[in-house]
């Protein structure tokens, strides 16, 4: 009976142990929640870049930063700056064509207008349609921040509202680092990429006015 219940002991303490290590820390990092959105980009489509990240990213086809340039500083006292880039996930979608895509088992970005179309167009669904199309994972990392400040969005540009741009107000010699992660998704699902900067780009916030 005794070795019975040392037994039983043993299994309930391995038992512990694991929930512990369960419920401990993310060693991948911290919670920081789900990034601000822009364009037609949707939270499910965030989860796929999520997932995407335990595969190893490559700069082949990385975003061109047009605004920071490399040390750019910001004066205060200015509105808020907005992040822009070209993409070549974007450049082949635009040249290709209708039947190349179609033979790749691919479709074309959701055009500029398809937010008039459901605006006059209501969906029934409770959820909204599966993404498809390129995507960009914007994040700038602020010194002495656990999380950074990061946007999702279906665009090539992001204007930095002022709740986020506040969190980057404080200038320090480090500056701001600034990532842009870039994928093809099809319905949600990850078709190319990711894609990342080989070399965050730093930028800050002028203590001074101009």
Not at 1 to 22: H, K, Q, V
Not at 32 to 42: Q, V
Request: proline fraction near 10%.
């Amino acid at each position: 009976m005794t070795t019975r219940r040392r037994i039983l002991g043993s299994i309930c303490a391995s038992g512990l142990l694991l929930l512990t290590a369960a419920c401990g820390k993310d060693p991948e990092g911290p919670d920081c929640g789900e990034p601000l959105y822009g364009g037609s980009a949707t939270d499910e489509a965030w989860m796929t870049m999520v997932d995407a990240k335990k595969k190893a990213a490559d700069s082949s086809r990385a975003v061109t930063v047009m605004w920071p340039a490399e040390g750019e500083v910001h004066p205060q006292n200015v509105p808020p700056p907005t992040i822009s880039w070209t993409s070549p996930l974007r450049a082949s979608l635009e040249c290709d064509t209708p039947g190349r895509l179609a033979q790749a088992g691919l479709r074309p970005s959701r055009g500029p207008l398809a937010w008039l179309t459901e605006l006059l167009v209501p969906t029934a669904e409770a959820h909204l349609p599966p993404f498809t199309g390129d995507i960009y994972w914007v994040q700038v990392t602020v010194p002495g921040r656990e999380c950074p400040v990061e946007v999702l969005t279906s665009e090539l540009s992001w204007k930095i509202d002022d709740a986020s741009w506040s969190i980057m107000s404080e200038p320090t010699s480090q500056g701001l680092s600034l990532q842009i992660t870039s994928a093809y998704l099809q319905d949600n699902r990850l078709k190319e990429g990711p894609f990342q900067l080989a070399k965050p780009r730093t930028f800050q916030r002028s203590s001074s006015t101009p």
